[in-house]
């Protein structure tokens, strides 16, 4: 298939190119592809061979590549297949693959607005069971819109970034205090990263997703339960959220995801005229998330109810404007059972039923030195797997 040593069963062949950003030891950073356990130097090669304008791959983010929009998207994917796939293209590319081990992976693209969505029906309605058990399980709105909140940009880090855990106020019973939280949890999501750009007061028709969003990452959204459960009425998240939001280094482009895409799950009601599928937007990814290197959770984001294009077409239902680099998650991935809960406070149901690690401890919520790591896969052509690489990050004490 490729020139280069893919080994056996990795999920990053030429069928997945995700796009990152990394230096060197003797250079800084710029634009790379990912295959197998090296990158190619997009900025050199496109230098030497054209075929693709080297000064969008010289710069320390995607952002300028993105922006270009589809069409230079697909012709850099063929181009950059053309060249991993026909031998005579092998020494004059060789010299510009870099070893993973020799290389620093950087946050890829600049963050311009974040947004979180809530579009699994099974976690919210775990979140309705914990924390509502009165009152019906769905907020009112949910069957109706994908709901959303913003969050902070400036939060959103790399994969590999420690996470220092946040002091917030809190309610114990009646007492109310300031100090480290102590129900610090994830939330296994998947971000769509948005490139090309909206004009304020043009909403985006759902059949326009492909055209502004440029590719997916794993998305880590650290969450402070107790300081989120005292702030949260009536405005939503805030500090709870905002100390970090962690996400994978590589961007997998839609393009890769092709042999994923299945029909999103049946709506009731059915939704208002502008968040109607035009096109079938569920992916079949499938998350893994890993507690101190003990497998806890495989998320389904396959039975998410609302889809990326039609998440995309709500946020600016309004007129609200899109930028380069805009990311927005899907919200928590759940599936129906207990082993496919995309947070440790479904897994555990608010801290009442531990998990068990291998090494026979057990847990509620993260502990000082915990390490969480979320990866997931998809299905590409002829069997193969697309790999969406992984998203880690380890919990360091709080400040005092
Ligand atoms: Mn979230």
Redesign the pocket.
């Known amino acids: 298939m490729t020139w280069i040593p893919v080994p056996d069963g990795s999920p990053i062949g030429v069928h997945t190119l995700p796009y990152g950003v990394f230096s060197t030891a003797h250079d800084g950073r710029r634009v790379g592809a990912a295959i197998g356990d090296h990158i190619v130097d997009l900025a050199a090669v496109a230098g030497e061979q054209g075929g693709a304008d080297p000064a969008i791959f010289r710069t320390s983010s995607l952002n300028a590549f993105m922006s270009r929009g589809p069409r230079v998207w697909f012709a850099v994917r063929e181009w950059l297949t053309r060249l991993l796939m026909d031998r005579e293209h092998r020494a004059a590319v060789e010299p510009h693959l870099v070893p993973m081990p020799d290389a620093v992976l950087h946050l890829p693209f600049e963050v311009a607005d974040y947004v979180?969505f809530y579009a699994s029906r099974q976690h919210a309605e775990n979140l309705g069971q914990i924390f509502r058990p009165d009152r019906p399980e769905l907020p009112k709105a949910w069957r109706h819109l994908p709901i959303g909140y913003h969050g902070r940009s400036g939060t959103v880090v790399p994969s590999g970034t420690d996470v220092i855990r946040p002091n917030g106020m809190r309610a114990d019973g009646g007492a109310v205090s300031y100090g480290p939280s102590t129900m610090l949890d994830i939330?296994a999501?998947v971000g769509f990263v948005v490139a090309v750009p909206s004009a304020l007061g043009q909403p985006i028709p759902v059949g326009r997703f492909a055209e502004h969003v440029f590719g997916v990452v794993l998305v880590n959204?650290w969450s402070a339960r107790d300081i989120q459960a005292f702030e949260y009425v009536p405005l939503g998240p805030f500090l709870g959220k905002s100390f970090a939001t962690s996400i994978s280094v590589w961007v997998v482009p839609l393009a890769a995801l092709e042999h994923a895409r299945v029909d999103p799950p049946p709506r009731d009601p059915k939704p208002a005229e502008y968040l109607r599928d035009t096109q079938p937007w569920g992916l079949d990814i499938t998350l893994e998330v890993s507690w101190n290197g003990t497998t806890v959770s495989r998320p389904p984001f396959a039975g998410m109810y609302w889809t990326a294009a039609q998440q995309l077409a709500h946020l600016t239902a309004n007129g609200a404007c899109v930028r380069t680099g805009d990311l927005y998650?899907s919200?928590?991935v759940s599936g129906p059972i207990r082993e496919q809960y995309g947070s440790f406070l479904e897994l555990s149901w608010n801290g009442t039923q531990p998990v068990r690690l291998a090494d026979g401890s057990t847990r509620t919520f993260l502990h000082d030195g915990d390490r969480v790591t979320i990866s997931a896969s998809a299905p590409g052509p002829g069997g193969s797997r697309v790999g969406l690489g992984e998203v880690t990050g380890t919990i360091r004490p709080a400040l005092r």
């Open positions: 979180d939330e999501e959204d998650a919200g928590t």
